[in-house]
C-alpha cells in the first residue's frame, strides 16, 4: 500500500474506485487499522461512483508513530478527566483531524464525504467542526459526543478492556485477547464466525500491532472531554449510525450526538454492536451512499 508525508507524519493509506469520482474518507477507531474497514463494504461504496480512501492513523497500522513521553497514564487520565481538570496528553483529537485533511492534501482532494467510526467517528466529528469547507456530509458511527452520562461502557465490555495481555506478550496471546474482545463488544444479532474472526485478527496483528500506539490514541480522546459546543457548529448534512445493542459505546452516545449536530439524521440498527459485521455491510455501505448522494442533492437544490 502506498504512504505519503502529511501534517508531519507517514501515513500509510489505500485508494479504491476512480480518482476522478467523489471521495469518500474513511477513518477508522481505536488502535484499528486501515484494514479494520471491510474490503467488501469499501468495494460496495467504490461501486456506488465514490473514490473511497482508508488510512491507518497516526500510532496505527504502517504509519507515523509518535513517542513523546510527556504523556499521563490512562488511570490518571480518566482521574483528572472525571475531576474536570487537564489531561496531559501527546496529541488531540484535532491534531488528528488535521492529519486527515494534510491527507486530502496529499491526495488532491479539495472535499469529501467523510465516514468516522467509533474514535474515528469523533476525529470526524471535529474535522466537520473545524474544517466545514473541507466535508460534503459527515457520518459518524458508533460514536459519541464526549459526554460522559449515557456513554459508560456495560461491564462485561469494561472488564475485557481493562484485562489486556501485558505489553510483551506473544503473537497467539495478544490474538487469543482479540478475539475476546471483539465477542463480546461484537454485535449480537450478526454474529460473526468463530474461525473467520479468528483468522481476521491473526492477519491485523501480523499486519501490525502496537499498544503503546492505542494508548496515545485513547489519551486523545479523554483529552478532548465534551465535545457538544463544537457539534452544535457542524452544517455539513450529517448522518449518525448506531447499533442498538452496542455493549461499549452504547446506543443512547449515538441519540447524544444526533441530539447535538443541527438537523442530524439518527439510524439505530438493532442487533449491531460495536463492529462492522459481513451481514450488515450491504445496509450500511447503501445507507451512506445514499446519505452522500442526497447531502449533494441538497446542496445544489
Known amino acids: 500500500m502506498p504512504a505519503v508525508s502529511a501534517n508531519g507524519l507517514t501515513l500509510e493509506y489505500e485508494s479504491l474506485g476512480d480518482p476522478a469520482r ?28 465514490y473514490r473511497v480512501v482508508r488510512f491507518d492513523n497516526r500510532d496505527c497500522g504502517l504509519s507515523s508513530r509518535l513517542r513523546s513521553r510527556r504523556w499521563s497514564s490512562p488511570l490518571l487520565a480518566f482521574t483528572a478527566a472525571r475531576l474536570g481538570l487537564p489531561v496531559l496528553a501527546p496529541y488531540s483529537l484535532e491534531d488528528m483531524a488535521k492529519d486527515t485533511v494534510a491527507l486530502m492534501d496529499a491526495l488532491g482532494i479539495e472535499k469529501a464525504h467523510v465516514v468516522g467510526a467509533s474514535m474515528g467517528g469523533m476525529i470526524a466529528q471535529v474535522l466537520a467542526a473545524r ?45 487469543a485477547y482479540l478475539v475476546e474482545v471483539f465477542t463480546v463488544i461484537g454485535s449480537p444479532g450478526f454474529r460473526t464466525e ?19 500506539g492505542t494508548t496515545r490514541q485513547l489519551l486523545a480522546v479523554v483529552a478532548s472531554g465534551d465535545r457538544r459546543r463544537l457539534l452544535h457548529r ?40 460495536h463492529d462492522l459485521p459481513d451481514a450488515l455491510l450491504p445496509k450500511l455501505a447503501s445507507e451512506i451512499a445514499a446519505h452522500c448522494r442526497n447531502s449533494v442533492a441538497g446542496a445544489a437544490a
Not at 466535508?135 to 456513554?151: C, D, I, P
Open 234 to 273: 457542524i452544517v455539513a448534512p450529517t448522518l449518525v449510525i448506531h447499533g442498538a445493542d452496542d455493549p461499549l459505546v452504547p446506543v443512547e452516545a449515538g441519540r447524544d450526538t444526533a441530539r447535538n449536530v443541527p438537523g442530524a439524521k439518527l439510524v439505530v440498527i438493532d442487533g449491531m454492536g
Open 131 to 175: 474544517f466545514p469547507s473541507r466535508v460534503l456530509s459527515l457520518t459518524s458511527m458508533m460514536s459519541a459526543s464526549g459526554r460522559r452520562k449515557g456513554a459508560r461502557p456495560k461491564k462485561e465490555a469494561l472488564q475485557v478492556f481493562l484485562h489486556r495481555p501485558p505489553p510483551h506478550a506473544d503473537a497467539a496471546a495478544v490474538i
Open 22 to 49: 467523489p471521495a469518500i474518507v474513511l477513518i477508522m477507531g481505536l488502535g484499528m487499522q486501515l484494514v479494520g474497514w471491510p474490503d467488501d463494504f469499501c468495494r460496495r461504496l467504490a461501486a456506488e461512483g
Open 194 to 212: 468463530p474461525r473467520l474472526l479468528e483468522e481476521r485478527i491473526t492477519g491485523w496483528v501480523r499486519r501490525a500491532y502496537d499498544p503503546a
